[in-house]
């Protein structure tokens, strides 16, 4: 079993950077990916940036150029740089972790941006 616990979270002013950290416990072996969702209210959760232990990375238009994942060596932490931040970008973010054939969850972080 593996535990996600996201941490960074807050809030920040437009064109203001926040820093986002997801680290995994547990048995994190035979990590595949890992990566961010976020969803704002009324909307469904979208992914935002997404990283392969092979080093493929990938990341929404909407933040690409503002935003930078990156993956601890040793798999057991995904990070998030957030820069630029925009109102837009308001939601609760989620940090996932697949593993073999299942996929892991974080409870969440919010971030708010003010315009």
């Known amino acids: 079993q593996v535990q996600l616990v996201e941490s960074g979270g807050g809030l920040v002013q437009a064109g203001g950077s926040l820093s986002l950290s997801c680290e995994a416990s547990?048995?994190?072996?035979?990590?595949?990916?890992m990566g961010w969702y976020r969803q704002a209210p009324g909307r469904e959760r979208e992914l935002v940036a997404d990283?392969?232990?092979?080093?493929?990375?990938g990341y929404a238009d909407s933040v690409k150029g503002r935003f930078t994942i990156s993956m601890d060596n040793d798999r057991s932490a995904v990070n998030l740089q957030m820069n630029n931040l925009k109102p837009e970008d308001t939601a609760v973010y989620f940090c996932?972790?697949?593993?073999?054939?299942?996929?892991?969850w974080g409870q969440g972080t919010q971030v708010t941006v003010s315009s």
């Open positions: 990283i392969t232990s092979g080093g493929m990375i």
């Open positions: 996932y972790l697949d593993q073999l054939c299942r996929r892991y």
């Open positions: 547990g048995n994190s072996f035979s990590v595949s990916a």
